[in-house]
């Protein structure tokens, strides 16, 4: 395991986070603010986990009592705990319930605890009490955006309401994740060109398959089209859940994953894909250790400043994740 210094770590998430906040509402940011240094420590956020508990009074509604893998407590401390080849410095947690109060419980985890930078939470868009709710959760700066699914997505291609609260979200510099699959992608370019201020990540590579073929043709269009828009960013995060293979059987040599990776990196280049472990439900798939080996092996092979942008540089611009170190 290779150790950085806390002074050191502590110096680089500052400067990332103020070059971000900087950028204000600029989706493409300027050559100053990727600069890379090949001496500078790897710093490793990792934009995708999930925490719940399901030991609480009121349960929670995901997962279920029938899934006895995810069916138990999961907070940043067993995250901390995991064996990891890199240490990570910190977590955007993304939602994992649609009840309104669990986005204030996973603030309320973050008040507690610095190792989460930020939260992607849930909100009702195209729902009249949304302003309320946008309101109230971005009075905490840990709060930095919402994620919709492929329903809510569709959906809000025709419904003026969720219009508007997209450009809600864009007035406030928050981001929007969507959690969709190959067919969708379509859609994400269309939302991307009507709201072209709103900062969008698409999470899990949109879920594609993953075996020893070429991905789907619909696949590769579909990302090179919603690639064209520069407030359009890929989470490289999802690839041992798409190779279906259960039990801890995913592939761990980078190499099965390169026809994905590839067309993402071609599609999206080095400034607008972002690492996420998509843990514990990766766990299913593979160790979290070779879910973080995969994208450091393959985007290493890209050089430092890619493998640096990748695990954290991107999500500083695409989050506006602050250090809380």
Not at 30 to 59: C, M, N
Not at 124 to 137: N, Q
Not at 143 to 160: A, E, N, Q, W
Request: charged share 20%; hydrophobic share 40%; net charge positive.
């Amino acid at each position: 395991m290779i150790h950085t210094s806390p002074q050191s770590r502590r110096k680089f998430l500052q400067t990332a986070a103020l070059t971000a906040l900087a950028a204000g509402c600029r989706t493409k940011p300027t050559p100053a603010s990727r600069v890379i240094h090949p001496s500078d420590p790897l710093v490793i956020i990792d934009t995708h986990t999930h925490f719940y508990d399901p030991s609480r009074s009121e349960g929670v509604p995901w997962p279920s009592k029938l899934d006895p893998f995810l069916y138990r407590t999961v907070l940043p401390r067993h995250y901390k705990a995991l064996p990891l080849p890199q240490p990570v410095a910190g977590t955007v947690v993304v939602e994992a319930s649609p009840w309104i109060e669990d986005n204030q419980w996973i603030l309320d985890l973050a008040a507690e605890d610095p190792f989460i930078v930020g939260l992607v939470g849930n909100l009702p868009v195209g729902d009249p009490t949304f302003p309320a709710h946008l309101k109230r959760f971005s009075r905490n700066p840990l709060f930095r955006g919402i994620r919709i699914g492929t329903d809510r997505l569709k959906k809000s291609l025709s419904d003026p309401s969720s219009a508007a609260h997209f450009r809600q979200l864009a007035s406030r510099n928050l981001s929007l994740d969507l959690l969709i699959g190959p067919g969708d992608l379509p859609f994400v370019a269309q939302l991307a060109s009507r709201h072209p201020r709103l900062r969008i990540i698409v999470d899990h590579v949109s879920n594609v398959p993953i075996t020893s073929e070429p991905p789907p043709a619909g696949w590769v269009d579909g990302i090179s089209r919603a690639s064209e828009h520069e407030n359009v960013f890929c989470k490289a995060s999802g690839l041992v859940e798409g190779t279906g293979r259960s039990n801890g059987q995913a592939p761990s040599d980078a190499q099965f994953y390169d026809r994905v990776l590839s067309h993402v990196w071609n599609s999206f280049g080095s400034d607008r894909l972002i690492y996420g472990s998509n843990w514990p439900v990766s766990e299913r798939f593979a160790p979290c250790s070779t879910v973080q080996s995969v994208i450091h092996t393959w985007f290493q092979g890209k050089g430092t400043a890619a493998l640096a942008k990748v695990f954290a540089g991107n999500a500083s611009v695409a989050y506006l994740w602050k250090s809380r170190g």
